[in-house]
């Protein structure tokens, strides 16, 4: 049968206290915030400009590179969000 893994323990056996953010951290944390609106604004401005009625009739190329951009915003906002919430856990 298999143990699920429990909290990190020290050497004496006793649990280990979550680490605590560093100073990096720490004005990572705070700057999270204004990184996520900025990305969230360029996504609405993004979806909205494909979602427009002359979206499909520019050259390939721009189609191609807009639509990659959107994606790469969701990942980017999907690593922020992840971040943050990991960051904020160990505050």
């Known amino acids: 049968r298999l143990r699920e893994p429990g909290p990190a323990a020290t050497a004496n056996g006793a649990p280990a206290a979550p680490r605590r953010l560093t100073f990096r ?9 204004a990184r996520i609106e900025a990305l969230e604004a360029e996504q609405r ?7 427009g ?3 499909y009739r520019r050259p390939a190329g721009e189609i191609k ?24 856990s160990r505050a």
Do not use: G, K, M, S
């Open 25 to 33: 951290e720490l004005r990572e944390i705070e700057e999270l915030p």
């Open 53 to 55: 009625p002359e979206f």
């Open 45 to 51: 401005a993004l979806q909205a400009e494909v979602t």
């Open 65 to 88: 590179q807009a639509l990659a951009r959107l994606e790469a915003l969701d990942v980017q906002l999907v690593e922020a969000y992840e971040r943050w919430d990991d960051l904020d």
